[in-house]
Antibody, heavy 120, light 110 residues
Framework: QLHLQESGPGLVKPSGTLSLTCSVS??????????WGWIRQPPGKGLEWIGS???????YFNPSLKTRVAISVDTSKNQFSLKLNSVTAADTAVYYC????????????WGRGTLVTVSS | QSVLTQPPSVSGAPGQRVILSCSGS?????????VHWYQQVPGTVPKLLIY???NRPSGVPDRFSGSRSGTSASLAITGVQAEDEADYYC???????????FGTGTKVTV
């Protein structure tokens, strides 16, 4: 059974950089059929796709976040990571890492999520 | 802001049929991109409920069904149960944005 687990600081200062890592177990991140992505959910609000990456390093992002986001992959550790810079209070959210079944384009496995608060 | 619009809330008595709508445009649902649905029980992780417009992952009860027509999609719960109280989100791909988009979400009350 595939398992995804987010890790990283739960508190980030305004104007700083949010950094999270997703560790994948029970399957390989180099599987050819899948991308790996990040989705966030501000408290009490809806879901927002941030971006997705393929194990080769190809990435694609939500246009509204594209200038602030980077997603990278470490195949040796079966992990992928998110960096979001110049954060503000509006970036406070639960961040989920997900498996992205590309072509059909849905998210079938989700991590449990981690709350990141942007505050001084 | 979401490009897929859903009614904020829908309610129904146990056993009734409840239908949730998801309204898109010619750059997402209307261009033939698949629609997927997620269920999020309060305080839990979203769960894939329907993929590829009308396919259920293993373990999802057959009272849940999806459809797509034109620029809209629908999720039907036939014989809604108390355990179905949750937030439901539709999701698709938008060609203009070159990325995935979610609906605004619908809260189902039983």
């Amino acid at each position: 059974q595939l398992h995804l687990q987010e890790s990283g600081p739960g508190l980030v200062k305004p104007s700083g950089t949010l950094s999270l890592t997703c560790s994948v177990s029970g399957g390989s991140i180099t599987s050819s059929s899948y991308y790996w992505g990040w989705i966030r959910q501000p408290p009490g609000k809806g879901l927002e796709w941030i971006g997705s990456t393929y194990y080769s390093g190809y990435t694609y992002f939500n246009p509204s976040l594209k200038t602030r986001v980077a997603i990278s992959v470490d195949t040796s550790k079966n992990q992928f990571s998110l960096k979001l810079n110049s954060v503000t209070a509006a970036d406070t959210a639960v961040y989920y890492c997900v498996r992205d079944v590309t072509v059909t384009g849905y998210f079938d496995y989700w991590g449990r999520g981690t709350l990141v608060t942007v505050s001084s | 802001q979401s490009v897929l619009t859903q009614p904020p809330s829908v309610s129904g008595a146990p056993g009734q049929r409840v239908i949730l709508s998801c309204s898109g445009s010619s750059s997402n649902i209307g261009t033939g991109n698949d629609v997927h649905w997620y269920q999020q029980v309060p305080g839990t992780v979203p769960k894939l409920l329907i993929y590829g417009n009308n396919n259920r992952p293993s373990g999802v009860p057959d009272r849940f069904s999806g459809s797509r027509s034109g620029t809209s999609a629908s999720l039907a719960i036939t014989g809604v149960q108390a355990e179905d109280e949750a937030d439901y989100y539709c999701q698709s791909y938008d060609n203009n944005l070159s990325g995935y988009v979610f609906g605004t979400g619908t809260k189902v009350t039983v």
